[in-house]
Nanobody
Framework: QVQLVESGGGLVQAGGSLRLSCAASGRTFSTYTMGWFRQAPEKEREFVAAITRRSDSIYYADSVKGRFTISRDNAKNTAYLQMNSLQPEDTAVYYC????????????????WGQGTQVTVSS
């Protein structure tokens, strides 16, 4: 089973940027679609972005399109989420997860999850 560890969260002012990282253990990282999700207090976990195994397909939630960029480095077993122009409504715990070949926006198609990293955006 793949172990995932997120990092890079923190407190930032509105308009600022953060870069999240998701480090994966094991040798199978390159076989997974990688997804980023977030969960704000008292809200359901929601899709943010996903990237397929060879980075040939990328998906974003409408709320982050044009501001967030997902990427991956299979040689480093790491996925990234560059977040620019952050707004208070982006405040949440951010999770990375591994998905199968058909995984895109549904959290139910992702199996392994990290412990999450807190992102707080102040106004």
């Amino acid at each position: 089973q793949v172990q995932l560890v997120e990092s890079g969260g923190g407190l930032v002012q509105a308009g600022g940027s953060l870069r999240l990282s998701c480090a994966a253990s094991g040798r199978t990282f390159s076989t997974y679609t990688m997804g980023w999700f977030r969960q704000a207090p008292e809200k359901e976990r929601e899709f943010v972005a996903a990237i397929t195994r060879r980075s040939d397909s990328i998906y974003y939630a409408d709320s982050v399109k044009g501001r967030f960029t997902i990427s991956r480095d299979n040689a480093k077993n790491t996925a990234y989420l560059q977040m620019n122009s952050l707004q208070p409504e982006d405040t949440a715990v951010y999770y990375c997860a591994t998905g199968g070949v058909g995984a895109t926006r549904s959290r139910f198609s992702y199996g392994n999850w990290g412990q999450g990293t807190q992102v707080t955006v102040s106004s």
